[in-house]
């Protein structure tokens, strides 16, 4: 059993930068891919950008590429998704997922999921 908790969301204008955290629970985390993915209102969740169990091995959605950077510290079992150049297409509601994530983009690839944060974009 695998526990995540999100944190660092919040209101921030375009253009600007946020820093999500993920905190997992476990003694071995550096065995689960770790996704994460964002949801709109009225809309579908969808991936944004995954990293594998050793912090070797990135991939991003087309729209988050050269904006986001996913990375990980396994001592202190947490993932950060780096969000820049912010835009108020990307306010949503963010996720982190584990799992083995194959397919990645899938939702049902992840077995634990976060509570989620709450990104919110101004123009």
């Known amino acids: 059993q695998v526990q995540l908790v999100e944190s660092g969301g919040g209101l921030v204008q375009a253009g600007g930068s946020l820093r999500l955290s993920c905190a997992a629970s476990?003694?071995?985390?550096?065995?689960?891919?770790v996704g994460w993915f964002r949801q709109a209102p009225g809309k579908e969740r969808t991936f944004v950008a995954i990293i594998n169990g050793n912090g070797y091995s990135t991939f991003y959605e087309d729209s988050a590429k050269g904006r986001f950077t996913i990375s990980r510290d396994n001592a202190k079992n947490t993932v950060y998704l780096q969000m820049d150049s912010l835009k108020p297409e990307d306010t949503a509601v963010y996720y982190c997922?584990?799992?083995?994530?194959?397919?990645?983009?899938?939702?049902?690839?992840?077995?634990?999921w976060g509570q989620g944060t709450q990104v919110t974009v101004s123009s």
């Open positions: 997922a584990a799992g083995s994530a194959y397919p990645r983009e899938r939702i049902d690839s992840y077995s634990y």
């Open positions: 476990g003694r071995t985390f550096s065995v689960y891919a």
